[in-house]
């Protein structure tokens, strides 16, 4: 088995969760991963394919599926017995804050000559922090660092300081820190590809699948993405990803890059030849302008399989018209936050009811086989009774709406955290927000907490932690209840789910209530909770199946991999290259 140049590791969010006593809530209801959150970034695929398109090789491994999936999985013998040039570590999402930083200090207590580098958007935001700690040595800054990795494994390789390789940040030999300013900001991302080949060859090369498995449950719901944009037009004031954070945190000043909307629509057609799952299209397609959609959608016309399209803002009838004639089989997903416009305009999003509710009208008249609406619990302006009138606007939008079945309301809470860089957390006073943790030792900390209630960290003018933990579920409960009258959930599931929840109230009263014992007491108490939190920690406002779309049995197209796989290896052997850079795939439900 080859050595690879570098070895991409995903952590879970908790390193040692297998043995902690956590109740996580609803942090991660409305996306596929478990609250571990063993989804790796797409960007680990970018990176991989872009490497090893000029000449390196490169190795992912989930190492938090591998913990998940098998409860006997040995993470740190596995790194032990690993020998690559560098170790990548994605410290993307701020809650991985713990896992992130446990993995690189066994990979450099096991490895004190190779080096560690970390990335992601928690990294470059808290660059400074990680180059404090002796098992990091590298960052490397920003939303686009293929190029940036590519010359610095270069540098690593001929033992030479990084010092003209953009967006790099490290530690020198003499202990300073050096930080390169983040200039290699793309405005384009045709240049980057998540390549199926990439997945496939590496599966081969290693004969391990499951390390490079995407989350829990995907090889049953192969649920894939194309991604239209890096960055974002709009400015929603907790989000990280916001056109405000990439000004400042990732210098991205120029605005969002595109992908090529004929680029994309190829993406499209690429991914479905390995995987019959649905494919979300990343992005408010018309965010580069309507005749960037209309051109991806003339490109696309006729591709008949599950697409997932997204809408940041009210569309006109005629958009969405298109949309249905071009993907027949199209579910749309959109965000309205909150039933009350002033909290959405709090939130950043300007838009009322009334053009929202046209464009639900529109979508359902455009053939849309499914309508998922999305609202969040922790928003600037939100009450715990606003919280409960937004359930209530649930079922008004069912009762216009729903009776065909088609539309979906969630409901979750902001959790863990409001994202480091966002304007909420740089500016809390002006949105009415107040913070528990500040650094990333702090968020670090935070994770280990044994309820949801102590890891958030925050809480606003609004609401305190406790009235944001008992709106989630009360609110939870309601809309559970409401989808059981409209027939979205079979009464078996809503039963289940109302008993979940209602378990999951009962154990958080358990977890404050040992939260008052001393020490001693309190760990033996909460270890005792143990059994009944694990079984909490699945779902709990909503069951995870809610958000998929029916799938064919055969999911995967294993022949035509293998022949992929072996296209590749003959085209790598004639010293041709990899010409055929395509489709860019994640795995995604709502952000
Ligand atoms: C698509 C998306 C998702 C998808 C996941 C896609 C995926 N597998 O990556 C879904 C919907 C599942 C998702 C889930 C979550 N997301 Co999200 N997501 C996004 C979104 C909209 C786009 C991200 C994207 O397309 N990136 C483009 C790809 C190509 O690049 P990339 O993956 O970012 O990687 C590049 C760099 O980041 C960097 N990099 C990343 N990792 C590493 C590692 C190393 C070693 C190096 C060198 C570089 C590096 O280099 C890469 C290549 O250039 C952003 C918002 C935005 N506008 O960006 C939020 C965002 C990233 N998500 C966020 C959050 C909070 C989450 C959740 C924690 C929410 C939750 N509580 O459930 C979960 C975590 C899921 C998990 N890990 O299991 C925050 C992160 C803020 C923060 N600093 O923590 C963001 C910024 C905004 C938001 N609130 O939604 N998300
Ligand atoms: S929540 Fe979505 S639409 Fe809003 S700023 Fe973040 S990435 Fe953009």
Redesign the pocket.
């Known amino acids: 088995m080859p050595s690879p140049d570098l070895i991409?590791l995903h952590a879970p969010s908790v390193y040692d969760f297998r043995d902690q006593s956590i109740l996580y809530g609803p942090?991660?209801?409305?996306?596929?991963?478990t609250p571990?959150?063993?989804?790796?970034?797409?960007?680990?695929t970018?990176?991989a394919e872009y490497l090893e398109r000029h000449g390196r090789r490169v190795r992912i491994i989930n190492l938090a599926l591998r913990m998940l999936r098998n409860r006997r999985f040995d993470a740190e013998a596995m790194i032990r017995g690993l020998r690559p040039a560098a170790f990548?570590?994605?410290?993307?999402?701020?809650?991985?804050a713990h896992g992130a930083l446990a993995v690189a200090e066994l990979a450099k207590r096991h490895h004190p000559d190779t080096p560690v580098?970390?990335?992601?958007?928690?990294?470059?935001?808290y660059f400074e922090e990680l180059l404090r700690l002796p098992y990091v040595d590298y960052v490397?800054r920003?939303?686009?660092?293929?190029e940036?990795?590519r010359q610095l494994l270069e540098c690593i390789l001929a033992g030479r300081e990084p010092i003209d390789v953009p967006n790099v940040a490290w530690r020198g030999a003499d202990g300073t820190v050096h930080a390169n300013p983040v200039s290699y900001v793309p405005q384009s991302?045709d240049d980057?590809a998540?390549d199926y080949r990439f997945v496939v060859r590496s599966v081969a090369t290693y004969r391990d699948l499951l390390s490079t498995v995407?989350?829990h449950n995907w090889l049953d719901y192969p649920i894939t993405?194309a991604?239209s944009?890096?960055?974002?037009t709009q400015n929603c004031v907790?989000?990280?990803?916001?056109a405000y954070?990439?000004r400042n945190t990732f210098g991205r000043t120029g605005g969002p890059a595109f992908r090529s909307p004929e680029r994309l629509a190829e993406d499209v057609r690429n991914v479905a030849r390995f995987i019959n799952g649905p494919i979300f299209i990343?992005?408010d397609l018309r965010q580069a302008g309507d005749d960037y959609a209309r051109r991806f959608l003339d490109a696309v016309r006729g591709y008949s399989g599950p697409v997932i399209v997204e809408l940041f803002r009210p569309a006109t009838p005629e958009f969405l018209q298109q949309v249905g004639e071009a993907l027949p089989n199209f579910t749309l997903e959109v965000s309205l936050e909150s039933h009350d416009p002033a909290v959405r305009r709090a939130f950043g999003k300007g838009y009322d009811n009334a053009s929202m509710e046209a464009t639900l009208r529109a979508a359902l008249d455009a053939g849309c086989r499914r309508l998922d609406v999305f609202f969040m619990i922790g928003l600037p302006e939100q009450t715990y009774d606003s919280v409960l009138a937004t359930v209530d606007y649930c079922g008004t939008l069912l009762e216009r709406f729903g009776p065909d079945g088609r539309l979906f309301p969630f409901i979750s809470p902001l959790?863990?955290?409001v994202?480091?860089?966002?304007a909420a957390f740089e500016q809390p006073e002006r949105y009415g927000y107040r913070f528990f943790c500040r650094t990333l030792e702090e968020h670090r900390r935070a994770l280990l907490q044994p309820s949801w209630k102590y890891v958030l960290n925050y809480e606003t003018r609004w609401m305190t932690r406790d009235e944001i933990v008992a709106s989630s579920y009360e609110a939870g409960l309601r809309l559970n209840r409401l989808k059981a009258r409209y027939g979205l959930v079979g009464e078996v599931q809503a039963a289940a789910t109302e008993a979940r929840i209602k378990a999951a109230v009962a154990l958080s009263a358990e977890v404050d209530g040992a939260m008052a014992l001393p020490a001693e007491e309190r760990r033996a108490r909460l270890l005792a909770l143990k059994p009944l939190v694990d079984q909490a920690n699945m779902s709990t406002v909503c069951d995870k199946r809610e958000l998929e779309l029916p799938v064919g049995l055969v999911k995967l197209n294993l022949l035509q991999a293998a022949w992929y796989f072996l296209s590749g290896e003959v085209r790598r052997w004639l010293g041709g290259g990899r010409p055929d850079r395509s489709s860019?795939t994640?795995?995604?439900?709502?952000?």
């Not at 907790?238 to 916001?242: F, N």
């Open positions: 991409l942090v991660s209801d409305l996306v596929p991963s571990v959150f063993e989804m790796y970034p797409i960007g680990f970018t990176i990548g570590i994605d410290l993307h999402w701020l809650p991985h580098i970390l990335g992601g958007f928690s990294s470059s935001y490397v920003g939303d686009s660092t293929e940036p990795m991302i980057v998540l995407p989350f993405a991604l944009v890096r960055g974002c907790t989000c990280g990803g916001s954070t990439f990343l992005g959790a863990p955290f994202d480091p860089g966002s860019e994640c795995q995604v439900y709502r952000h």
